[in-house]
């Protein structure tokens, strides 16, 4: 089973040589897509000579249509896309590809992640449930990590599953929609697979993404608007049920800025799925 990962790129070359090198020491079969949108930071000085990676230099729309740049390139199997800011943890490709070989049915499996501060020390854990349509457009969140998302090509070859390029921020929701929407079969993986670093500068956090979350809201039903708070608090009883706010204390493994070339493993002691700044 091979993977094909896409990374979209623009001026983040000392976050994108960390994501490269967990993708790269994965073990599995794996193409690396790198769409740098014409970084002007020095990451053309070393990525178009990095032989882990296929690099491709050329303008796009945005974030969103370098993905589907990368996904029509893609040959693998599984498919999946991980920003420069985030990583995969020591043998997560693995842990997918036994999912996705004992559950041929499934199109989308969703894993754990870790959300880290810019030092790489832990901020809070986030497991997946499988999404809701009504959650999924009045919250303003999501039920999954889109880092530790992965998908067979089938959706992009029947189902044309891509990202919508017209958002910069919700795009990711308004795939999970589209995923809903198409009837795809959804699994959930326990294990951490991923990380997901808090930089201040995630594009979650800028001014549009409210502008972009008001109107996904606006598209949702009008009883799921009234009631927001109670479908809030479903999705934190579906969480709640599946134990996701217990954790027993943890190791885990990434790339830091102070040592880019080895990981480094951080002890958790007491872990929280509350997202303390």
């Not at 985030?86 to 499934?106: I, W």
């Not at 589209?178 to 959930?188: D, F, N, P, T």
């Not at 008001?214 to 799921?224: E, H, I, K, N």
């Not at 102070?258 to 799925?273: F, L």
Request: glycine share 6%; hydrophobic share 40%; net charge positive.
């Amino acid at each position: 089973m091979k993977f094909s990962i896409i990374t979209p790129s623009f001026r983040n070359s000392n976050w994108l040589k960390l994501c490269i090198a967990s993708v790269a020491d994965q073990g599995e079969q794996v193409e690396h897509i790198v769409q740098d949108a014409g970084s002007d930071d020095g990451t053309q000085d070393w990525l178009l000579r990095d032989k882990r990676v296929k690099a491709f230099v050329e303008k796009d729309a945005g974030m969103y249509d370098g993905v589907n740049r990368g996904l029509r390139r893609a040959s693998g199997d599984i498919v999946a896309y991980l920003n420069c800011d985030e990583q995969y943890l020591p043998g997560a490709l693995r842990t997918v590809e036994d999912f996705f070989e004992r559950h041929p049915e499934v199109d989308v499996v969703f894993g754990g992640g870790i959300v880290v501060r810019a030092d790489g020390s832990f901020l809070c854990q986030r497991r997946a449930v499988v999404p809701m349509k009504a959650h999924t457009q009045v919250s303003g969140a999501l039920a999954i990590l889109s880092c530790a998302s992965f998908f067979r090509r089938r959706l992009l070859d029947d189902e044309r599953l891509f990202f919508d390029p017209r958002y910069r921020i919700m795009a990711d929701a308004h795939w999970v929609l589209a995923l809903l929407e198409s009837r795809a079969r959804m699994g959930i993986v326990q294990e951490f697979t991923s990380a997901f670093t808090s930089t201040g500068e995630n594009l979650s956090l800028k001014p549009e993404a409210q502008r972009e979350i008001r109107a996904t809201q606006l598209g949702a039903p009008a009883w799921a608007r009234v009631l927001r708070q109670g479908v809030l608090a479903h999705h934190r009883l579906r969480k709640l049920l599946a134990g996701h706010y217990w954790q027993k204390p943890f190791d885990y493994a990434i790339y830091t800025a102070k040592s880019p070339e080895r990981r480094v493993s951080i002890h958790v002691s007491k872990p929280t799925a509350r997202w303390k700044w």
